[in-house]
């Protein structure tokens, strides 16, 4: 065969070409060809009809090879690939297109844009970017030199009552459950009541790892006297306890994939039990604390324990609670929340 007499077909038209083939040889019955080929037995004989007059350049499709009717205007793509350099280098194609909307009359399509700035190189495919390396941060050595802390929002007793906060204390040389407790929300009083239980049971850890949460952290220099700190954050501080926060979620891992299990297994054992009150979840939690730590406990790298113990000097009532700070006037008087 000559070159010029050469057909080019798609993978679809090629299956296609064979099933009609068949047909044509009466080696395939019409409608077991269209059951075949998603069509009705009337296109089978068309196509059968198409094959026997033109060969199999007439099952090849009239489009190939041809311009689109839609194709994009190159005095159009010229002109809004040349705003985009301009105004919109640093955009996205989605942003870029509602701003060549909005601003300059162009309306495009998003995946058009995309295409002009990819082959422009403004935007780069996210499956073509380098994938990013986030290096694993290693555990610690000693129980209690890092604790992490967070607040879980969820229906903990599904139907049998209000969704409710479990705030979960994992160490993070061990990922094993220091302290569990359930409470209405997320606020700085839970986590006073919290804390204090934890501290009672363990000692005091070196640091606590947390978010960003107003509770642990405030970027106003007017809060506890001016040193920036948040109550919580004075309390830690009289107690000789170091505050971190995480810049995201990954970097406190260990809480957050406590959290997941504990949605999934908790949340089945309190259905068990029948329990539905934050009392009794706090009773039921030592013992879930046992089970799960003999289960996904993992040993420190050293023996020594961290945690330090209460000095008889660190009333736990009076650092953990909410302070106010105020000055008495020359009346012998003060002023609070007016």
């Known amino acids: 065969m000559a070159a010029t007499d050469r057909i080019t077909m798609t993978i679809r038209e090629l299956d296609r070409f064979k099933v009609i083939q068949a047909v044509a040889n009466n080696l395939l019955k ?66 870029a297109c509602e701003k060549l909307l909005e601003c300059h009359g162009l309306r495009l399509a998003k995946e058009t844009v995309r295409r002009l700035m990819t082959d422009a190189g403004l935007w780069i495919p996210r499956r073509q970017r380098p994938p990013k390396i986030h290096q694993l941060r290693s555990r610690r050595a000693c129980v209690g030199e890092l604790v992490q802390i967070d607040g879980s929002d969820h229906r903990w007793f599904e139907e049998r009552a209000p969704a409710c ?130 289960r996904f406990g993992k040993p420190p790298k050293s023996a020594f324990n961290a945690h330090r113990s209460l000095r008889d000097d660190e009333d736990l009532e009076l650092i953990l609670t909410h302070r106010a700070t105020r000055c008495v006037s020359n009346t012998l008087t003060i002023q609070y929340d007016l």
């Open 30 to 95: 019409p409608w077991r060809a269209a059951q075949r080929l998603g069509l009705t037995t009337r296109q089978i004989r068309r196509l059968v009809a198409r094959l026997r007059e033109d060969g199999p350049a007439g099952l090849v499709s009239g489009r190939c090879a041809k311009p689109s009717n839609n194709r994009l205007d190159a005095g159009t793509a010229v002109r809004a690939l040349a705003i985009i350099r301009e105004r919109y280098g640093d955009f996205g194609p989605t942003l």
């Open 165 to 294: 906060t479990l705030l979960v204390y994992v160490d993070d040389a061990t990922s094993r459950l220091m302290a569990l407790h359930f409470t209405a929300t997320e606020s700085t009083f839970s986590y006073f009541e919290a804390t204090r239980g934890y501290l009672r049971q363990h000692g005091k850890p070196v640091a606590f790892y947390s978010d960003k949460a107003t509770v642990f952290r405030s970027a106003q220099t007017s809060t506890t006297a001016g040193k920036g700190f948040t109550q919580f954050g004075r309390a830690l501080y009289e107690l000789n306890i170091e505050s971190w926060c995480a810049n995201s979620s990954q970097a406190k891992g260990r809480v957050e994939r406590a959290n997941l299990t504990l949605q999934d297994r908790l949340v089945k054992e309190l259905r068990l039990r029948g329990i539905d009150t934050h009392e009794a979840a706090n009773d039921y939690a030592r013992h879930f604390i046992a089970d799960y730590n003999t």
